[in-house]
C-alpha cells in the first residue's frame, strides 16, 4: 500500500521547536512503549527530550517529519558527525577510513505502530539521507530490536558496537554509504 504522505524538513529553531513540542514527544513515548525498549531509562521521554535539546544546536541538524492528513506518522532526525568525530561512550573504533569522513549520525527514526508495514520508515529516512553532502551515515540499534532487521535489509552494515551511556544497552554500530561517496 502507498500511504499518502506528507514530509517537512526543518532546520535551526523551526526544528528545535517541533522536535521538542508535545507531540513529537508522545510519538517518541509511543514507540518506546515497545518491550525492546521500556527496560532502559535512555529510552525514556526525559531522556529523549534532555539529548535532543543539546544535539538540535549541532551543525547539519536537519528533522523531517510524515504526516498522513493531519497526523504525525513519525520522524526521523540526524547531525552531521564531524571528520574525526565517532560516538561517544563505550565504543568500538570505527572501520578503517570512516572516522577521517564526515557522517551523517541518524539518531531517530520514529514511526507510529499504525503506520508500520506501509513504507513510512523507509521513505522518512529516505528523505533525510537524500542530498546530504556527507559521504557516510551511521546510526545505534540494539540488536534485538525489530528496526536492527530492517535496517541490515536496507542495506546497513553492522560496523561495530557502543554503549553511549553508562546506564544504556550496548548498542550496535550500523553504517551506509551513501550516494555520490
Known sequence: MDLPLSF????????????????????YEEVHSDASYHDNPLFSRERFIERTVNQVKLPGFELISARHDAALVGFCFGWTMDAGRWWGGETTAPPDGVLHLPKL??????????????????????????????????????????????????????????????????MDVLGLGLPGA
Not at 8 to 27: F, M
Not at 125 to 144: C, H, N, Q, S
Open 8 to 27: 517537512t524538513r526543518l532546520t535551526g529553531q523551526a526544528a528545535a521547536d517541533a522536535v521538542l513540542s508535545p507531540e513529537y514527544g508522545d510519538v
Open 105 to 170: 549520525a541518524v539518531i531517530e527514526l520514529m514511526v507510529r505502530e499504525s503506520y508500520r508495514g506501509v513504507g513510512a520508515g523507509r521513505r522518512l529516512l529516505g528523505e533525510l539521507l537524500t542530498g546530504r553532502a556527507e559521504p557516510y551515515a551511521t546510526l545505534l540499534t540494539r540488536p534485538w530490536a525489530p528496526a536492527h532487521a530492517m535496517y541490515l535489509a536496507w542495506g546497513w552494515k553492522v560496523i561495530g558496537t557502543c554503549r553511549p551511556a553508562p546506564d544504556g544497552p550496548l
